[in-house]
């Protein structure tokens, strides 16, 4: 089975938001099962009512510098291509889930000033930017680097209405 969601960037991976790879015991899970709601507080981030939707996962590109790895887990660099069933939907209330390459997603986010998001099932890429959220568009970005600083992992997640 193919993994999915390292969103960051997720949207951030899981740890880059949602690497397409095959699954085996020895890889982390890439989603967070909690069923706690996070509390959005809409002054932090004038746009939520724009984020609150259902998006279609247009394109979704992994660049690992050097192995980056997480939980002894190397996410592979890719650029996968969103397919019809590719979705991920943000609530009002924090919560997001959705599915990338027949892998469910499932967790939650929070917002915060400068257009920052945080997804839950990204822990590699908890802080990450918001680059253009407009009715029809959103695009996520979020970097991590290695505690040596040496390696690095970047994702960008771009979605449709």
Same mark, same amino acid.
């Given at each position: !089975?193919? *993994?999915?969601?390292?969103?960051?960037?997720?949207?951030?991976?899981?740890?880059?938001?949602?690497?397409?790879?095959?699954?085996?015991?020895?890889?982390?899970?890439?989603?967070?099962?909690?069923?706690?709601?996070?509390?959005?507080?809409?002054?932090?981030?004038?746009?939520?009512?724009?984020?609150?939707?259902?998006?279609?996962? @247009?394109?979704?590109? @992994?660049?690992?510098? *050097?192995?980056?790895?997480?939980?002894?887990?190397?996410?592979?660099?890719? *650029?996968?291509?969103?397919?019809?069933?590719?979705? @991920?939907?943000?609530?009002?209330?924090?919560?997001?889930?959705?599915?990338?390459?027949?892998?469910?997603?499932?967790?939650?986010?929070?917002?915060?000033?400068?257009?920052?998001?945080?997804?839950? !099932?990204?822990?590699?890429?908890?802080?990450?930017?918001?680059?253009?959220?407009?009715?029809?568009?959103?695009?996520?970005?979020?970097?991590?680097?290695?505690? *040596?600083?040496?390696?690095?992992?970047?994702?960008?997640?771009?979605?449709?209405?």
């Amino acid at each position: !089975m193919k *993994n999915s969601l390292f969103l960051f960037l997720i949207l951030a991976g899981g740890y880059a938001i949602l690497p397409a790879c095959r699954k085996s015991t020895a890889q982390p899970s890439h989603t967070d099962s909690t069923t706690t709601k996070t509390t959005v507080d809409s002054s932090t981030f004038a746009s939520v009512s724009l984020l609150a939707a259902r998006w279609s996962i @247009v394109r979704d590109t @992994v660049t690992n510098v *050097n192995n980056y790895t997480i939980d002894f887990y190397t996410p592979p660099s890719r *650029n996968y291509v969103g397919g019809s069933t590719d979705y @991920v939907s943000f609530t009002t209330g924090g919560v997001i889930s959705g599915s990338e390459d027949s892998v469910a997603i499932t967790g939650t986010y929070t917002l915060s000033a400068n257009k920052g998001i945080a997804l839950s !099932m990204l822990p590699a890429l908890s802080h990450a930017t918001i680059t253009t959220l407009t009715s029809d568009s959103l695009t996520i970005r979020g970097t991590a680097t290695g505690g *040596n600083g040496s390696s690095s992992l970047a994702e960008t997640i771009y979605l449709k209405r």
